[in-house]
């Protein structure tokens, strides 16, 4: 019983149909920037497939609503421009004759204003985000490239989606750099530039930007490299990948995340790739073959290892490895093996996971620069999760060791305005103070307060513990922390609120967290500290700029 409609629609849109309930096809001349798709939850996913000339382009999961859609996503089709693309569907196909092209993306003069945006937090326009990967500093902008789903707002298809920035605050989202292919979708993973073309993929005067990622299929997880020769706006994938083939050497499935950089002493390349139990070293000449050196067991995903100052003298270095949890190991590096010199150890928790930190920062900057996913709902949003700030890792020497600091790069200092600042209050007082604040949907308080009379104290935002520091059990939400001076009684938190999102940086970036900010209930209370008889000895209140125009 398939019913079969054929229409030529005009104004410079051709559209054939061939639409069925169940799986069907329409064709579109591309004349536009994108292709807007109507998508439902509701629906179960179904496979699109996009083919010019019968050769396969692109093929997603996709749930294509068949009534009201919930909200649209896009595919940007600006490559396509002049071509026709037949566009296939295998589940309920109703929603075919939905699909528009425009210049615009559906929802476009919303963007960014939407109720729940971010305002200065990386979001992506449309689907689902998690981890950073590609982190590159290039001729004056820093990419941002990430795992990526275009078609929804949960995990399915992984790509690259890629942002650039000039400052990392202010970000303009670019089309899709990587899309699934026939070797699997696109898991994370990192970039380099290959300045002196040891891999031979140079144009002339023009480096490579190098790019390895996972391809994760039905049987394996495998490492895979491509180039780009236009700064990261078109790519091409090396095609004698993979690089890497290594589950039966692990059996295992899971090998990935490789993440690359240049080890100068040696003048060779190193990856540090999770593989099955921990992270294993592997070295290159060529950014093509590689050799397996070694393995570090206890982590999981998304590796990083990298060297820093320690308190800031470039002649007494330290080498940190880390995984996606935010647990980290301070050690040395020969360019072969990792040899920690300390156990695990903990700098950030909560809706941090798989940081990673930038590449090819220029020496004279030399900051190490990180971004971390924020698993943070965005509620009714045609998008979901978010990348936090922008942070700076420095290693200090404590009473307790060596430690890993993390604090906000200096450039988003940019965003944030003082507006009041007060010392020497009762928390009754400083309840009173913030009051005017309460409806702020975004803002940064800092604050130092001491417990005097009491082992626990905090800070809540209608009922939500922003600070929930017990000075006894020496924990704050939760996890061990202990003051460099237990014997201050003190505690120094810089919080900046977002509308869905809450990071807190302890004692000058010595530990931090983030965590969903909760919609506001009946609790009338707002921004409230508590502890009996606490001393909050400065409170400062600054304003916050969006990032968005
Ligand atoms: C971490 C992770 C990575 C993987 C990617 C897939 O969040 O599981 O290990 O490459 O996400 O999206």
């Known amino acids: 019983m398939k019913s079969i409609l054929k229409a030529i629609l005009t104004t410079g849109l051709m559209l054939y149909c061939s639409i069925s309930i169940f799986a069907a096809d329409i064709s579109i001349k591309i004349t536009k ?3 807007n798709l109507p998508i439902s939850q509701r629906q179960d996913r179904g496979i699109m497939t996009f083919e010019i000339a019968g050769k396969q382009e692109r093929s997603f999961k996709i749930r294509l609503a068949t009534g009201e859609p919930e909200y649209w996503v896009f595919s940007d089709v600006s490559a396509y421009k002049g071509k026709t693309i037949k566009i296939s569907y295998d589940g309920d196909a109703t929603g075919l004759s939905k699909i528009y092209q425009d210049d615009k993306i559906a929802g476009q003069d919303s963007l960014y204003h939407e109720k729940n945006r971010p305002q200065f937090h990386f979001t992506t326009r449309r689907g689902w985000v998690n981890d950073p990967n590609g982190l590159i500093y290039y001729e004056g902008e820093y990419h941002l490239f990430y795992q990526h789903n275009p078609y929804e707002r949960e995990w399915e298809n992984m790509s690259w989606g890629h942002a650039v920035s000039k400052d990392l605050v202010h970000w303009e989202e670019l089309a899709v750099a990587l899309h699934p292919d026939k070797l699997g ?41 491509a180039y780009s020769l236009d700064k990261g706006r078109t790519w091409t ?29 040696g003048k060779h390349w190193v990856m540090a790739l999770n593989e099955r139990d921990g992270h294993s070293i592997y070295t290159s000449k060529n950014l093509k073959e590689w050799n397996f050196e070694s393995h570090v067991t206890g982590f999981w995903e998304c590796p ?39 156990g695990k150890l903990l700098y950030t928790t909560g809706s941090i996971y798989a940081a990673q930190t930038y590449s090819n920062i220029p020496e004279s900057d030399g900051r190490r620069i990180q971004i971390g996913w924020g698993r943070v709902a965005q509620p009714g949003m045609a998008f979901n999760n978010m990348m936090l700030l922008p942070t700076e890792l420095k290693l200090h020497s404590t009473k307790n060791g060596i430690r ?23 928390s009754d007082d400083a309840n009173q103070k913030l009051k005017e604040f309460n409806s702020a949907d975004k803002i940064r308080i800092k604050t130092t307060f001491k417990l005097s009379h009491a082992t626990s104290a905090g800070f809540n935002l209608f009922g939500q513990r922003i600070i929930d520091y017990d000075m006894n059990n020496n924990t704050i939400n939760g996890v061990f922390y202990s003051p460099a001076d237990m014997t201050s ?61």
């Open 33 to 35: 920037k994108y292709l």
């Open 185 to 225: 979708t696109m898991f994370s993973g990192s970039a380099v530039i290959d300045y002196d073309n040891t891999a031979g993929f140079n144009k002339g005067k023009i480096p490579a930007m190098v790019a390895f990622y996972t391809a994760d299929n039905a049987d394996r997880e495998i490492q895979c490299v």
């Open 237 to 265: 994938k090396y095609e004698k990948n993979p690089v890497i083939d290594s589950k039966e050497k692990w059996n295992s499935r899971d090998t990935r995340d490789p993440k690359v950089f240049w080890y100068k002493p």
């Open 304 to 342: 990083d290892l990298f060297e820093l100052p320690v308190d800031g003298d470039k002649n007494k270095t330290k080498w940190v490895m880390y995984g996606a949890s935010g647990t980290y190991m301070i050690g040395s590096f020969d360019g072969k093996a990792f040899t920690p010199e300390t």
């Open 404 to 426: 890993l600091y993390n604090l906000p790069v200096s450039e988003t200092e940019q965003l944030f305005e003082r507006t009041n600042q007060w010392a020497g209050l009762k």
């Open 489 to 549: 009684m003190e505690l120094t938190a810089d919080i900046y609120v977002d509308r869905t999102s809450i990071e807190v940086f302890i004692d000058g970036g010595a530990y931090s967290y983030s965590m969903e900010r909760k919609p506001v209930d009946d609790n009338k209370e707002g921004f409230h500290f508590w502890g009996n008889n606490i001393d909050v000895k400065n409170l400062e209140v600054y304003s916050a700029k969006s990032i968005w125009k």
